[in-house]
C-alpha cells in the first residue's frame, strides 16, 4: 500500500515546511489522512486508483460527512498523490484524469444583519470612549478591526505592533501560505486607537494579555460575551463579522476584485460564494430597479 502512515507523516512535514499552513489547517490534513487510511484498511486489497477514491467519497457520503467535510479531505488526498508523484513514489496520480461530483455545502457563509453590525460597533465605540487605553480597551478595537476589514481570527491575533503603517493607516496581515497583504483602517479614530495601542505594545503582539497573546478560542469566546452584551439575540464568531464584513461592504457597491484583496482569496470565485449578496440587498437593488413600474410606463 502506498499511503501509509509513514508516507502521510511525510507529506504532512513536506506541506508544512514548503507552505506554512497554520495549525488548524496542518491538524485537519493529517485527520483527513487518517481517515483515508482506515477506509484502505477496511477495504485491505483495494488498488489505489480511481475507484478507490471514487468508492472513498460514497462511504463518506454514506457515513453523513458534512460536504464541506468531502471537499476538504478529497483536495487533501489529491495534494498528496500529487506530492508523491513529484517526489517519485509514484507514477502517476490517480486523480490523473478522474472526474467527480463532490456535494456542494447546502448553506452559505452566515453573517449577522446590518443592525447586529451596528449594535456591535456602536457598543465598542462607546467602550473606547470611555476608558483609557488599556488591556480592557483590546478587545473592543479589536471588534471594530474585525468588522471594518473582515480578517480572520488567526489573523488577527498575529499582528504585530509595527504592522500598523501610522502614516496612511495600512494594516500588514499575515494570512494564510505566507502570504501578506495589506489592510486599511480607513476610519481616523479608529487608526488614531490602534496606532495608540501599537506604541504602548511596541515590539510585542498588538492584542494581548500584557506579554501573553491571545489564542483565538479566547477571542471567540470574549466575543460571544461582548456580542451578548451590545444586545445581539444570536451567537456570534469571529468568521461571521469576516462575512458580515463582506457581504455589507458588496451591497455597499464595493467592486468584487477589491473584496477578494481584502479577504486575501486567491480565487475570486471563492469570494464570490463568500460574499454573497444579502436578501436586504436584493431588495433594495429590485427596489430600486421598479421593472414593473418601468414596463407601465413603456405600455
Same mark, same amino acid.
Given at each position: 500500500?502506498?499511503?501509509?502512515?509513514?508516507?502521510?507523516?511525510?507529506?504532512?512535514?513536506?506541506?508544512?515546511?514548503?507552505?506554512?499552513?497554520?495549525?488548524?489547517?496542518?491538524?485537519?490534513?493529517?485527520?483527513? +489522512?487518517?481517515?483515508?487510511?482506515?477506509?484502505?484498511?477496511?477495504?485491505?486489497?483495494?488498488?489505489?486508483?480511481?475507484?478507490?477514491?471514487?468508492?472513498? @467519497? /460514497?462511504?463518506?457520503?454514506?457515513?453523513?460527512?458534512?460536504?464541506?467535510?468531502?471537499?476538504?479531505?478529497?483536495?487533501? $488526498?489529491? &495534494?498528496?498523490?500529487?506530492? $508523491?508523484?513529484?517526489?517519485?513514489?509514484?507514477?502517476?496520480?490517480?486523480?490523473?484524469?478522474?472526474?467527480?461530483?463532490?456535494?456542494?455545502?447546502?448553506?452559505?457563509?452566515? /453573517?449577522?444583519?446590518?443592525?447586529?453590525?451596528?449594535?456591535?460597533?456602536?457598543?465598542?465605540?462607546?467602550?473606547?470612549?470611555?476608558?483609557?487605553?488599556?488591556?480592557?480597551?483590546?478587545?473592543?478595537?479589536?471588534? #471594530?478591526?474585525?468588522?471594518?476589514?473582515?480578517?480572520?481570527?488567526?489573523?488577527?491575533?498575529?499582528?504585530?505592533?509595527?504592522?500598523?503603517?501610522?502614516? %496612511? /493607516?495600512?494594516?500588514?496581515?499575515?494570512?494564510? &501560505?505566507?502570504?501578506?497583504?495589506?489592510?486599511?483602517?480607513?476610519?481616523? !479614530? $479608529?487608526?488614531? #486607537? @490602534?496606532?495608540?495601542?501599537?506604541?504602548?505594545?511596541?515590539?510585542?503582539?498588538?492584542?494581548?494579555? /500584557?506579554?501573553?497573546?491571545?489564542?483565538?478560542?479566547?477571542?471567540?469566546?470574549? $466575543?460571544?460575551?461582548?456580542?451578548?452584551?451590545?444586545?445581539?439575540?444570536?451567537?456570534?464568531?469571529?468568521?461571521?463579522?469576516?462575512?458580515?464584513?463582506?457581504?455589507? +461592504?458588496?451591497?455597499?457597491?464595493?467592486?468584487?476584485?477589491?473584496?477578494?484583496?481584502?479577504? &486575501?482569496?486567491? %480565487?475570486?470565485?471563492?469570494?464570490?460564494?463568500?460574499?454573497?449578496?444579502?436578501?436586504?440587498?436584493?431588495?433594495?437593488?429590485? !427596489? &430600486?430597479?421598479?421593472? +414593473?413600474?418601468?414596463?407601465?410606463?413603456?405600455?
Amino acid at each position: 500500500m502506498i499511503a501509509t502512515t509513514g508516507s502521510a507523516r511525510a507529506y504532512i512535514q513536506r506541506l508544512q515546511a514548503t507552505r506554512n499552513p497554520s495549525p488548524h489547517t496542518l491538524a485537519a490534513y493529517t485527520s483527513d +489522512l487518517r481517515d483515508y487510511l482506515a477506509f484502505l484498511t477496511r477495504r485491505q486489497d483495494a488498488l489505489e486508483d480511481g475507484e478507490t477514491i471514487l468508492a472513498y @467519497v /460514497g462511504d463518506m457520503v454514506g457515513r453523513r460527512a458534512a460536504a464541506r467535510t468531502i471537499r476538504r479531505r478529497i483536495a487533501c $488526498l489529491r &495534494g498528496f498523490y500529487k506530492d $508523491l508523484s513529484r517526489e517519485g513514489a509514484i507514477p502517476q496520480s490517480p486523480f490523473l484524469g478522474l472526474e467527480m461530483k463532490l456535494p456542494r455545502a447546502k448553506s452559505l457563509p452566515r /453573517g449577522i444583519s446590518r443592525r447586529d453590525a451596528r449594535l456591535l460597533a456602536s457598543s465598542a465605540w462607546a467602550q473606547c470612549r470611555q476608558r483609557d487605553c488599556g488591556d480592557a480597551l483590546s478587545l473592543p478595537i479589536a471588534v #471594530l478591526v474585525l468588522i471594518s476589514t473582515g480578517i480572520r481570527v488567526g489573523e488577527l491575533v498575529q499582528l504585530r505592533s509595527d504592522d500598523l503603517h501610522f502614516d %496612511n /493607516g495600512a494594516l500588514r496581515v499575515h494570512g494564510k &501560505g505566507q502570504r501578506e497583504r495589506l489592510v486599511f483602517l480607513v476610519d481616523k !479614530e $479608529l487608526c488614531r #486607537l @490602534v496606532a495608540r495601542l501599537a506604541k504602548r505594545r511596541a515590539g510585542e503582539l498588538l492584542f494581548g494579555h /500584557g506579554d501573553q497573546p491571545w489564542s483565538t478560542d479566547w477571542v471567540r469566546r470574549a $466575543l460571544r460575551r461582548f456580542a451578548k452584551a451590545a444586545g445581539v439575540a444570536h451567537r456570534v464568531t469571529p468568521h461571521m463579522l469576516r462575512h458580515t464584513c463582506a457581504t455589507l +461592504l458588496l451591497e455597499d457597491g464595493v467592486d468584487l476584485r477589491f473584496l477578494q484583496r481584502l479577504l &486575501g482569496h486567491e %480565487n475570486i470565485a471563492t469570494t464570490a460564494i463568500y460574499a454573497h449578496v444579502g436578501d436586504s440587498g436584493l431588495q433594495r437593488a429590485l !427596489e &430600486g430597479a421598479k421593472l +414593473l413600474s418601468r414596463l407601465k410606463a413603456a405600455a
